[in-house]
């Protein structure tokens, strides 16, 4: 349905007092797959009940003008309209229910809206759903109204499910449970607040301020406001909360039964001024002025703008545009006009830089014009075994006299089936993904940006494989060979780093972690897109970096960054080398510095879901923290309350076992002139602040060489001087992906316009560039495969341990003390040099395998039993290197069976399946 200009809709209003779009309202309808949520908007806005048999794969807005276009619906109030609620519009988003898309809806709701969610009230999946889809609205827009349908009412349960299924009441009082519990966390939280106030300003014994080191910060501060703040914080969540509506409304698409009572219910709820209450608010004419821009830059097929742009845009159609553009920016996205993405910087240098503080980083501020395209961009990327072809016109991507290559079917059927197989994504094939909007280069390019910023997408790895005809000329600056990783498809392996992160540091080494607790639980959604945006943060300063099911791993500098989730806490650790007497103070500084971006960002990231509560605590590993004293159980406290005693010059000390133990506050916290805090992320910004004392020149981030110093070879963990390598992803073989493709052009669209001429493209010529081959080998997202030491069964171990509930392993292999520096250099060396081999071996291979694909000349001299022998060679040497002994057995039996199929000794096939029908439909 198209949208008309606001303004022509109050053409009788006066200038100055024009409402403009004041009776609006956005309604999201939600539920589970088949539950009828299309079926039902369909007989809302329509004069008569219908039913829709095709499941909705992304999302559908509808506009819906109910008392312009139906005097019936206004006869459904108690009282008659005053002229402005005539004009009433509300914007219905029909929601996919596919799971791994409801994972994603928290990135495009808004807070004012009104939710519709629906299930089928003779289905138990359905049913079982309606508590998940109540959590995530309260998560992502607390305080916003729930209305509840059961659909399906004219259809009786079966006999054998009647008595099970759950009544009306009974899903009601389940919700009415889980937000109790919610409400319950968040009042123990204000009261151990309010008891941490008394006893940070409580004085101490004299005694004990006689014992107590001499104090040479000169910090002049009050741990009240810190404290305070956060208790308004939870105050104000816990009074936007509305309780659980006290109906349950059935509902039924096939006869009409109850529509009439549901449409009542979402008019009074629309037209009530307490719960939107814009309604109430006079509109400047400036406002819908640039509000009518927006649905122009819609039609002109724009969805993302950088703030720059938006910024020259209402400075053109309002001299005093900037004066109130951010009042006009927030009012447009509470009616659901355009969505605000403040992103915060990552740790590097571009050009768009914010106005925030975070050093010289940012990757900009973007506004979307077009919420509903970008929501169905992001359900298209997550393809799973539900989506069975992909059809688009070849002259659309490849016209006949653009002079490229179209793909072999063959070629691209592989490389889509690698979405739902792997979660990989060629950059390349984005538009054919997003076909059903016409989006330009740059919008795509926008599009990826925001979606990495918002942990949907890792940038992964290049690909040089298979990469023949799949340039489009329209896209010149979309890689064939770079990779997206689809995050919510969560398809990463488990192979969690164990000789480069312990779950405890060595004797010698500092470590700080940071841990946030949901005591509701975490959603796995958001605990995938935590891991990817922690990644995000550091992706153009890590030296290395590997990714797992559950974790991420990164070296920033001199320190390592370790992020891993369970199902109730999410941790994020610090770790550096302090071996050298006395500088212990320098070593923590070093820490905070590393990790202070990451939390700030992660901080921010985590307002997409306002109604999420969580806290944050901190556990220092290492025994210098605690005066040298032996600790045979660290103590994980809450981060907050280590601040307010440090500011209040009071001593912290817990109970291990049966003895007191004391934190070394000034130690944890090693910086003078504290300010005043008003929150955790003012301590943050202030230890940002100090990164010019920790590191007076700044050094480029590079892979760290070995020395010949046999000092610095002992303190330089071998394993992580990794070159750049890649990944293979090992998953269950999935349901085949068909592409339709039609060599012939159907239909009239026009494709986008040809690039600016003189614009470079890197994708215009198919043939491989053998002088490009050093470039080529380059990955965006550098990671070292490691695998599991003690058996398989850690494959599918879901939850992470605590840090404080996991013991030191002890590895086969590991340095002991009673080794003389000379036998730890050589171990070090040793192990070193294993691991160059195992990489070069791997290198090999890949170059092998990379000819023999592209190059005819290599498929005549090597076979293709000769490559697989290379491949798993070189696997066995990985995997004995990271001492995974089952792996490296097995890799050696594949190794000796591909050696003796090379040597004609087996006739054995590749085991790969023929592709057949032109189709190309994999089998």
Known sequence: MEECSEASLYSNEDEVNCPGPLFRVKMFVMGDVGCGKT?????????????????????????????????????????????EEHHLIIEIWDMT???????????????????????????????????????????????????????????????????????????????????????????????????LSREAHAKEPESANKNKKNDTRQRHCDTYPVVKSQIEVCEAILMKVKDVTTKVYDVSSLDGQGIDELKTVIFQTALDPVQFPHLDRTIKPSTIALYDEILKLRERDLVLLTWGQFRDIANQLSPDGDDTLEEDTAFLQTIGGLLDFKMTPSLSNTPDKPTSNIPTAGTGRFICVHPGVLANAVCCCLVDDDKKAFRFE?????????????????????????????????????????????????????????????????????????????????YPHLSVQRCLYAVLLDLLPNNRPQLNWTPKPFKGDLQITIGYVFPTGLPVGVAKQLLAHCQYVGQDTSSYRHMWKYGVLQRVGEAIVCAEHDNTQFNISCRVNADEPGQEDSAVQLLWVSLSPFLLSLNKFLNFWPGLFYKMVILPLGHQFYHEEKVESEPMVSLLKCLSYWLADKKYTFKDGEVEREIDLQLLFPFKDCPTLHCVDDWLMFVINKKHLVFPSEESNTIMEPTTDAKMAVKINPLLLLSKGSLKLKSKKKKSVEVKWKLEPVGDKTPPPPPTAGTPSTNATPKPDLSQKKEDKEETTPVAQNTITEGSHMENSNPVPHVADVPLPIEKGAVKTAWSEEEEVKEATRIASGFVAAIMASAVAEFISSECESSQMYKEVVSAAQVAAARVTAEAARAAQTGDIDGAAKAVLQAVKAVEIAMGKSSTSSGQSPIRSRLCTIL
């Open 39 to 83: 079926s039902l908007v369909q007989s809302l806005i329509g004069p008569v009940p219908k039913l829709n048999d095709n499941p909705t794969d992304g999302v559908k807005v509808e506009l819906w003008y109910p008392f312009k276009t139906s005097k019936h619906n206004e006869s459904l109030l108690d009282r008659k309209l005053s002229g």
């Open 97 to 195: 229910g596919r799971q791994v898309c409801q994972h994603a809806h928290q990135m495009y709701l808004t807070r004012e809206s009104i939710f519709l969610l629906l299930y089928n009230r003779v289905d138990h999946t359905s049913c079982d759903s309606v508590l998940p889809i109540y959590t995530s609205i309260q998560e992502a827009a607390p305080g916003s109204t729930v209305i509840i349908a059961s659909t399906k009412a004219d259809k009786s349960p079966p006999d054998g499910n009647r008595a099970t299924l759950p009544s009306g009441e009974q899903i009601l009082d389940s919700l009415r449970r889980s937000l109790d519990n919610w409400r319950f966390y968040i009042l123990k939280e204000i009261d151990e607040l309010k008891l």
């Open 394 to 474: 070849s002259c659309r991507f490849w016209p006949k006299d653009s002079g490229f290559k179209r793909p072999d079917p063959q070629v691209l059927c592989k490389v889509l089936e690698s979405i739902p197989r792997e979660g990989l994504i060629r950059e390349s094939l984005l538009p054919l993904l997003w076909q059903e909007s016409i989006l330009y280069e740059d919008q795509i390019m926008h599009l990826v940006r925001v979606f990495t910023y918002l942990g949907l997408f890792i940038c992964y790895c290049n690909s040089k494989t298979n990469c023949e005809g799949l340039a489009l000329p329209y």
